[in-house]
């Protein structure tokens, strides 16, 4: 197989150096600084055990020219992203006929659960993947992956629910990489219980490493109360560290421990926009949707939009607004 992978950064960055690196055909998706750095010095990345430099194809979107009948696409944009990522590759042409919406496999490697369901509407073959990932993007051309001894583990499955041949194979491809990549036929359950994790990631956007434990167990306490009131099933936090055991850590590079989450991330770097509506905001509907009070993740999601609107720098939000804004 092929893989287009739509977004470069911390996860399609790694997926795409790996996967070159095991001998497959990768095409990398990126703007600005970063896909001018990639093709005129290729994507470095840097790991717990030394750093290489893939020098792959890089576009910036779909040309006239036909799709490969046996490409992948994989979605690696923050979910914010996601429907202007959908819109430019939906019709997209195929060699042999048909657009990549109607023939080729849609790989949502993203945090969040809307985006499966955002992609349904467009593709219609859509594979999720429980990303979980240890790795950074704050340089133009650089990804650092702290993941040890595997950079990472990645369940797929197909959505709505169900596994198939593609799975496998992309599991295949995955495997040889490098990663750990289940087959889950409930990959949706994994996704739902990543979500729970990834609600304490605005949560460290605003306050870096100072959260307070009692607001951390206030806002995963509120998704755990809105998914039950939704019926919606997920992973519990031992059930995912059985499943990592020593397969997944962290481990420093270059002597440098990892900076932060995905929102952290978008913050430092300035990217005008985060993720934060699709983590802590899906608890918000969900919580609105079956009468389930959330005022910590609706506080988070105003604090974190505060921050981008006002430049503020990603750690530096005030403890005591953000306490303000929860009461």
Known sequence: MRYVIIGAGAVGGTIGVLLDQAGRDVTLVARGAHLDAIRARGLTLRRPDGEVTARLSAVDGPDDRPLPADTVLVLTVKSQD??????????APVAGGGTAGERLPLVTAQNGVANERTAL??????????????????????????GHPHPGMLHIGR???????????????????GFVAPVRADVLRWKYGKLLSNLGNGLQALLGQGIPDALAERVR????????AAGIAHTSPEEEKAERGDLVGQRPVDGEARSGGSTWQSLARGTGSTEVDHLNGEIALL???????????????????????ERIAAGAFPLVELEKMIA
């Open 82 to 91: 996601t429907a202007g990522a959908l819109a430019a590759w939906v019709d």
């Open 121 to 146: 509407r467009l593709f219609a073959d859509v594979h999720p993947i429980c990303v979980w990932l240890p790795a950074t993007h704050l340089d133009p051309g650089v990804v650092v992956a702290n």
């Open 159 to 177: 959505y709505p629910g169900g596994a198939d041949d593609t799975d496998r194979t992309i599991a295949a491809d995955l495997d040889a990489a």
């Open 221 to 228: 306490a509120e998704g755990v109360a809105a998914l039950a």
């Open 287 to 309: 919580g609105r949707l079956h009468g389930v009070a959330t005022p910590v993740n609706v506080a988070v999601q105003r604090a974190v939009r505060r921050a981008v609107r």
